[in-house]
Nanobody, 121 residues
Framework: QAQFVESGGGLVQPGGSPRLSCASS????????MGWWRQAPGKQRELVAT???????AYADSVKGRFTISRDNAKNTTSLQMNSLRPEDTAVYYC???????????????WGQGTQVTVSS
């Protein structure tokens, strides 16, 4: 069972560019796709970005061109560079390993605490 610790969130002005980080306790995540999900108040959790062990990335349409996902297998970390933030990006952001792709990825492990990103002026 892997554990994930997300960090890097906070209060950000519209247009801001925070970088989220996810530290994993389990090195065998190298074999899995890693993903970032988010959950806004009153809404279901949604997948926003995935990255394969080889570094191939995919994005939800809502963040395409603004967010960049990356991973460092040697350090067991996955990052999400967020640019041009909008108020609708406000959510708790979570990472997890998964099976599948950007349209159907199933998370494998229990969720961590997530990191809150609030976009507001």
């Amino acid at each position: 069972q892997a554990q994930f610790v997300e960090s890097g969130g906070g209060l950000v002005q519209p247009g801001g560019s925070p970088r989220l980080s996810c530290a994993s306790s389990k090195s065998s995540n190298d074999d899995y796709v890693m993903g970032w999900w988010r959950q806004a108040p009153g809404k279901q959790r949604e997948l926003v970005a995935t990255v394969t062990s080889g570094g191939s990335a995919a994005y939800a349409d809502s963040v395409k061109g603004r967010f960049t996902i990356s991973r460092d297998n040697a350090k067991n970390t996955t990052s999400l560079q967020m640019n041009s933030l909008r108020p609708e990006d406000t959510a708790v952001y979570y990472c997890n390993a998964g099976i599948g792709g950007i349209s159907n990825m199933i998370p494998i492990y229990y969720w961590g605490q997530g990191t809150q990103v609030t976009v507001s002026s």
